[in-house]
């Protein structure tokens, strides 16, 4: 199996009970497959060589992370079948050292 890293893009407020119970239960869906649930993001910095700045959280903000261990890309993105995306998820392979 190979380990992927969904990167969630967007907002969504907090207290709302509709989309928790939606993560929820996707999270249940997907259940096993998760190698890391993952955890929401705060505020966040881009470092460079020339500095840094802060990164604002917005509409296309990386707001969260999970991983989960799939076959193939086309795997793991089937996982995401019912999420409760809010702007979109970024997929990747973690790939070995």
């Not at 407020?13 to 890391?36: C, I, L, Q």
């Not at 903000?61 to 995306?85: F, H, M, Q, R």
């Not at 979109?88 to 973690?94: C, K, M, P, Q």
Request: charged share 20%; aromatic share 10%.
């Amino acid at each position: 199996m190979k380990k992927f890293v969904f990167l969630y893009q967007g907002l969504w407020e907090p207290n709302n009970k509709e989309m928790m119970e939606r993560w929820t239960s996707w999270m249940a869906e997907v259940g096993e497959s998760f190698v890391d649930s993952g955890n929401p993001f705060g505020p966040g910095r881009e470092v460079t060589t020339g500095g840094s700045r802060d990164l604002p959280l917005g509409p296309e903000s990386t707001t969260g992370y999970s991983i989960v261990e799939a076959e193939s890309l086309d795997a793991a993105e089937k996982l995401l079948a019912n999420c409760p995306i809010v702007t979109s998820v970024h997929v990747y392979e973690a790939m070995s050292m």
